[in-house]
């Protein structure tokens, strides 16, 4: 039998927290098309300020539904916290990074991207303002790698009782591994 996640969206409304719809993996994986790009833009704190057309169709949101929310609020649970943790020490240092990550839709569906994260500076060109990320589709190949990677991670992840902990055991693995190979994560994730 397949795992079985329950995601439960909260939002702040009005001062007061509020439960969405609880949303239940299906397993079901969607994709887009080679020539379309997904787009978003977050705020310094994450949260969406604009979203394009591709990413409402793949996501199954809308705009008014996004604007405003965590970015976070699409993240898949089989997705590793480290990723992530990697993700914003590079950016908020003013660095870009490419990643490759499993996202999950409104209605429990998921989908693989390779993510190009960059800051947005203000207009000194110093302060960050935001950030900006463009997605495409991953090659097959580069999921055959990654698909296990992201296996071992997020059960390193899962071993320890504290989640935090858990993220900086994988974030040290996934550091190992690179080191081993002799690459940056960058090296790595541009040679698949």
């Known amino acids: 039998m397949g795992k079985f996640y329950l995601t439960i969206l909260v939002v702040i409304s ?7 719809d609880a949303v239940s993996l299906t397993g079901v994986e969607r994709t887009f098309g080679k ?16 979203t394009n057309r591709t990413f409402l169709q793949v996501a199954d949101y809308t705009e008014a539904e996004c604007i405003g929310q965590p970015h976070s609020m699409i993240r898949h ?20 990074l490419f990643a490759y990550v499993v996202n999950r839709t409104k209605f429990g569906d998921h989908y693989w991207v390779l993510a190009h994260v960059t800051p947005t500076f203000d207009e000194d060109g110093k302060t960050i303002k935001g950030y ?8 097959p190949e580069a999921l055959e790698v990654i698909k296990p990677l992201y296996a071992e ?3 390193e992840e899962d071993r320890h009782a504290n989640r935090k902990d858990g993220m900086n055991s994988a974030h040290q693995l996934l550091l190992s591994k690179l080191s081993d190979a002799g690459m940056e994560y960058d090296e790595f994730i541009l040679s698949l």
Request: overall charge positive; some cysteine; hydrophobic content about 35%.
């Open 35 to 50: 020539d379309e790009i997904i787009v978003s833009k977050t705020d310094i704190k994450g949260r969406m300020i604009y």
């Open 77 to 96: 649970p089989d997705m590793p916290r480290c990723i992530f943790k990697l993700l914003w020490d590079t950016i908020s240092q003013g660095k870009e």
């Open 132 to 139: 900006h990320s463009n997605r495409r589709v991953p090659t």
């Open 14 to 20: 009005g001062g007061k927290l509020m439960v969405t």
């Open 153 to 155: 991670l997020k059960a």
